[in-house]
Every structure is written in structure tokens, then in C-alpha cells.
């Protein structure tokens, strides 16, 4: 991004800002808590409703009590997401011209072979 004015910062801009911690930490406290609100109500559906309708029902509800607390945990603990755009943390040097070296074949600074076997 260019600078208009001459001798400034650069500008960044805002959609590169992360979201700050305080509201992550509260989305994701939201998230879960919301999950374990469902967890209840399916827990609380299966037991109330166990004699009154099929078994199968009340047992998709039960087992959805047993597996959301192991996705609210899984989910609540992800921290948080990486932005889209890569950092680049370095910036790559310009390569100079090659230096001369020996030939590829000619055998020069490594050593002697015998039989097809480096030594040194």
C-alpha cells in the first residue's frame, strides 16, 4: 500500500487487525456455554421422555448429552484462528552471480574416489 504523504509510516490497514483477546475469549465462552445449554436440554428431554415416546428418540438424546461436552471442549479450546493472509516475517535477499567453482565431474575438493566410493 503507498503512502501519500512523503517521510509518513505506512498505513495498516483494518482488516488486518485481529479480533482482540478479551472478545475472543468472550465468543468463545458464549459458544460453549450455549452448547452446554443444549446438552441440558437433551439430557433433561431424555429423561422426561423416555417412557412416552420410542426408546430411539430418547436414546439420540442421550447420547447427544455424552457427545456435546467433548465437542463444547474441543471447540473452546481451538484459540484463535490465523488470519488469511501469510506474514512474511523475512524478506528474501537477492541472489549475487555464481562464483566459479570446480566442474561437476571433475572430482576436485571432494575428496578422492575409488570404485565409485567417496573418501575422504
Known amino acids: 500500500?503507498?503512502?501519500?504523504?512523503?517521510?509518513?509510516s505506512e498505513v495498516h490497514r483494518i482488516t488486518t487487525v485481529?479480533?482482540?483477546?478479551?472478545?475472543?475469549?468472550?465468543?468463545r465462552t458464549r459458544r460453549y456455554l450455549v452448547q452446554m445449554g443444549v446438552r441440558l436440554v437433551c439430557f433433561v428431554?431424555?429423561?422426561?421422555?423416555?417412557?412416552?415416546v420410542p426408546v430411539w428418540l430418547s436414546?439420540?438424546?442421550?447420547?447427544?448429552?455424552?457427545?456435546l461436552p467433548y465437542v463444547a471442549v474441543i471447540l473452546a479450546n481451538a484459540?484463535?484462528?490465523?488470519?488469511s493472509e501469510p506474514?512474511?516475517?523475512?524478506?528474501?535477499r537477492a541472489l549475487g552471480p555464481a562464483r566459479p567453482g570446480p566442474a561437476p565431474d571433475?572430482?576436485?575438493?571432494?575428496?578422492d574416489t575409488v570404485h565409485?566410493?567417496?573418501?575422504p
Open 18 to 27: 485481529q479480533e482482540p483477546l478479551a472478545d475472543d475469549v468472550a465468543r
Open 106 to 111: 571433475s572430482g576436485e575438493g571432494r575428496g
Open 87 to 92: 506474514d512474511t516475517l523475512f524478506e528474501p
Open 45 to 52: 428431554g431424555a429423561v422426561l421422555t423416555w417412557g412416552l
Open 59 to 67: 436414546g439420540v438424546l442421550l447420547v447427544g448429552a455424552v457427545i
Open 79 to 83: 484459540g484463535r484462528e490465523r488470519s
Open 116 to 119: 565409485g566410493q567417496w573418501t
Open 1 to 8: 500500500m503507498s503512502n501519500p504523504r512523503p517521510g509518513a
